[in-house]
């Protein structure tokens, strides 16, 4: 019994630790996205807000931030960063905690 149950937790132990595309469970939303270049992420914007200074974007898993891939609102750090990208765009940028507000700080278009 003692190895059934050991058995059991080793698959379930292998069976998490499998990156979320390798498993073919892409929950949250997530898109398999290659990781951009210098510690940023990747991702694709959805919606653009400028009025309320906040872009929506589906990302890959954000690193720093300990977060799986998924869809989500950010705060634009400056409304100087929305004004370059749209619905569609492939951007690399970089999330961060400010202040307990998830803040787009850096943003790039990727294309």
């Known amino acids: 019994m003692k190895?059934?149950?050991s058995a059991?937790?080793?698959a379930a132990a292998l069976?998490?630790?499998m990156p979320a595309s390798a498993a073919g469970d892409h929950g949250h939303g997530a898109m398999p996205m290659a990781a951009a270049t210098d510690g940023m992420s990747e991702g694709m914007v959805k919606?653009?807000?400028a009025a309320k200074g906040k872009i929506t974007i589906k990302h890959g898993p954000l690193k720093n931030l300990g977060m799986p891939g998924m869809?989500?609102?950010?705060k634009a750090a400056s409304m100087d960063m929305?004004?370059?990208v749209k619905p569609g765009d492939t951007v690399?940028?970089?999330a961060e905690d400010v202040g307990g507000t998830l803040?787009?700080?850096?943003?790039?278009s990727a294309q």
Do not use: C, P, R, W
């Open 3 to 5: 190895a059934l149950i």
């Open 8 to 10: 059991i937790f080793v």
């Open 15 to 17: 069976g998490s630790a």
């Open 47 to 49: 919606k653009v807000d």
């Open 71 to 74: 869809t989500m609102v950010f």
């Open 82 to 84: 929305l004004k370059k």
């Open 92 to 94: 690399h940028f970089v």
């Open 103 to 108: 803040t787009v700080t850096q943003l790039e």
